[in-house]
């Protein structure tokens, strides 16, 4: 018979070799731990921050600094209690934790469901054996928490839950397909280029998970059974909350992971980039014209190999000579500039004998440290390592920092392995099969802390790639490296609205993808504004792109050195006389709604909500507004409907039940609850205004 025994307000059940603790975290939150090592590691938390009691932020909060790492406000833990099923103590046949509107329930075979308030089921595990004599037995001799040795230590996990018939699963991450609902999804726990595996969804049965360990792995939203895998972990550790709201299932999450920081006033705008300006005087060039123009600009971007070798980590001189004078002019023009940092470390750059010497490059287990093979043979700097951390922190402040440059583009983020066979690689916290996924947040990490201890109060970098808590981080993930293509643009929806529900609301994408697109093609043109278009309801509105055709570097080769060209020209006049008046419009426009828009970046602050949502976040009664995934809320005040298809000017858009709402290029009003058609020329697409909103959505 299990032994149960407590550990302050956490339950503890030993059955044999497993151990079993279950805890309140968060309001309405518990986070379960499972091993068979004689100890559970208390010591690490992962994506949750610090302490069962983290503090979340008051969203009635009118003034000062948060920091979304520590919170502020009152207390996350609701009322809780631990029940044992019979008064013998130590020899109970089961048991039960409630954490104010979440229970846990272990039976005497010990198999755990969760119920919320009510009493009604949200998750139960998935158990197949001649022990579960509650209901029915079964030859199958399956268990729900699989903990198996792998060769070498450690073990590999396989959990399974009961599937329910009817539930939804939004949240995840970003993944390049088209469908927000991932329930029958198969989804790779991993990080790829244009892949990003957040953990944490929200299940339309009213709660919220969290699979809290950054291992490859892989789960399953199968109709039979849901099943998360590791392949190399010390224990299996989850989270789950309950509540009545998307909203607040999220608000709950955010309170234990983290939120973003304040949006700075610069990433409410539009960022111009390329992939990639050669020089200073290209980018300034494009800085002043831009100006020139009378167009609105907040950040542009200085891409990669603006350095002499990858790991320098600062600019070349001969082709940006003057770094503080184009930092000063460019703020003159009311222009931040953002730099790419790469975490590739070339067997010839200047910092990698002292990186080598003191551990701070990610090691092979096995060949040679070669992690990438390209314009270089390279190691990435290791994440993980507190150490190297500081070390390039170091390097970004001397070279980037103290010319005025305050926020930073973290390329390369997942990391891209030149080959994704992860047991070749071994990190300072262990193998990469084991923590790889918390790789990308331990690297905003380093530049967050940096630019906190410099007094910058919210930092904003753009990264690649995010995990459960980057948030917290300041991160600004995108979407990777995506083909210039409608279907593309079809999955970034997808991804974006996916992102705000896995609580990393600060997103972006490549305006017209990144891959394939010719400037003077009239099949990309039309891609390229109806892509503008929709990024100018996106958090960040940022165009970048690799246009064809490539222009080859000169001279190809300095110092020994091969050197990168550059794309084709990408700013909004390069697209066509049709084009131009459409973007410069659409620039205008966003600048029109900057007070919206931070207003909305204000709450994800606060509160945790997405900028950019399903139409079920604000109407969840409405079980309509479940089924419609190429339409979104752009925050609560008004409805957004790309378009997603070539040649299409007009679209069908549902308008959800119980709000009235009003075609921002027509003034038509409609009642909510139906489907209408709505025109989308080339000038515009389709937008609805909630209740009477009155945002300035027409130019006067």
Request: charged share 25%; aromatic share 12%.
């Amino acid at each position: 018979m299990a032994l149960y025994h407590r550990d302050g307000e956490a339950l503890l059940r030993r059955d044999d070799a497993e151990l079993l603790r279950i805890e309140p975290w968060g309001r309405d939150g518990l986070r379960v731990r499972v091993t068979r090592n004689p100890q559970i590691d208390l010591s690490q938390n992962w994506a949750l921050l610090n302490g069962p009691e983290t503090p979340f932020p008051d969203s009635h909060a009118e003034s000062g600094v948060r920091d979304p790492v520590r919170g502020n406000g009152s207390p996350a833990r609701s009322a809780a209690s631990i029940g044992l099923q019979d008064a013998s103590g130590h020899h109970a046949r089961g048991a039960t934790v409630t954490n104010g509107n979440i229970t846990a329930t272990i039976n005497e075979e010990g198999w755990i469901n969760f119920t919320n308030a009510r009493g009604a089921v949200l998750l139960e595990e998935f158990w197949r054996n001649r022990k579960r004599l509650d209901r029915f037995t079964s030859p199958l001799n399956q268990d729900a928490r699989e903990i198996q040795g792998n060769l070498g230590g450690a073990w590999r996990l396989c959990f399974r839950f009961e599937a329910r018939e009817g539930e939804k699963i939004y949240g995840l991450g970003q993944y390049q397909d088209p469908y927000l609902d991932k329930k029958g999804s198969t989804l790779e726990l991993a990080h790829r280029n244009g892949q990003s595996s957040v953990p944490f969804y929200v299940s339309s049965l009213g709660y919220g998970f969290l699979w809290n360990n950054p291992a490859v792995g892989r789960v399953d939203f199968a109709r039979n059974v849901t099943q998360w895998s590791a392949s190399v972990s010390d224990q299996a550790d989850y989270w789950i909350c309950a509540a009545d709201t998307p909203a607040e299932i999220l608000e709950r999450y955010t309170a234990v992971t983290g939120r973003v920081p304040e949006m700075p006033e610069y990433g409410l705008g539009f960022t111009q980039c390329r992939m990639r300006y050669r020089n200073q005087a290209e980018l300034m060039g494009v800085a002043r014209e831009h100006k020139r123009r009378g167009l609105p600009m907040d950040m542009i971007v200085a891409d990669f190999f603006h350095w002499p070798v990858q790991g320098d980590w600062r600019f070349d001189e001969e082709d940006w000579p003057d770094v503080p004078g184009m930092v000063a002019e460019l703020k003159s023009l009311g222009i931040e500039l953002m730099v790419s940092i790469w975490p590739t470390v070339d067997t010839r750059s200047e910092n990698r004998a002292a990186m080598e010497e003191a551990g701070y490059l990610i090691q092979a287990e096995r060949s040679h440290r070669i992690n990438m093979n390209w314009m270089g043979e390279t190691a990435f700097f290791d994440a993980t390592n507190p150490g190297a951390r500081a070390f390039i922190w170091e390097k970004a402040r001397e070279n980037y920092f103290k010319h005025g440059i305050k926020t930073f583009w973290l390329d390369e983020a997942e990391p891209e392995f030149g080959i994704y066979d992860f047991d070749l690689f071994r990190y300072w916290l262990g193998p990469a099969l084991k923590v790889t996924n918390v790789y990308p947040m331990l690297y905003l990490k380093a530049f967050y802390d940096g630019l906190r201890a410099e007094g910058v109060e919210n930092p904003l970098n753009l990264v690649r790639t995010a995990w459960a808590g980057s948030q917290r981080y300041g991160a600004l993930a995108w979407s990777g490296d995506i083909h210039s293509s409608f279907r593309s643009l079809r999955e970034q929806l997808a991804a974006g609205l996916s992102m705000g529900m896995a609580g990393i609301p600060w997103w972006t994408t490549d305006i017209g993808g990144f891959h394939s697109g010719r400037t003077d093609s009239e099949e990309f043109r039309e891609l390229l504004v109806r892509w503008f278009q929709w990024g100018t309801f996106c958090p960040v509105f940022r165009l970048h792109g690799d246009r064809l055709p490539f222009r080859p570097p000169e001279p190809a080769i300095r110092n020994g050195i091969q050197r990168f060209g550059s794309g084709s020209d990408n700013e909004i006049w390069s697209f066509g006389e049709k084009a131009y008046p459409v973007l410069c419009a659409h620039l205008r426009l966003r600048e029109r709604l900057r007070p919206y828009v931070r207003s909305l970046h204000r709450a994800a602050s606060e509160t945790g909500a997405p900028i950019m949502r399903p139409l079920f976040y604000d109407f969840p009664g409405d079980a309509q507004a479940w089924e419609h995934e190429s339409a979104y809320m752009f925050g609560p005040d008004l409805l957004v409907a790309p378009i997603l298809e070539a040649g299409s000017t007009e679209r069908d858009v549902y308008l959800p039940a119980g709000a009235r709402w009003t075609n921002a290029h027509t003034g038509e009003v409609h009642e909510g609850g139906r489907t209408v058609r709505a025109e989308a020329p080339w000038e515009h697409i389709p937008l609805f205004l909630r209740d009477g909103a009155t945002l300035p959505i027409r130019e006067e």
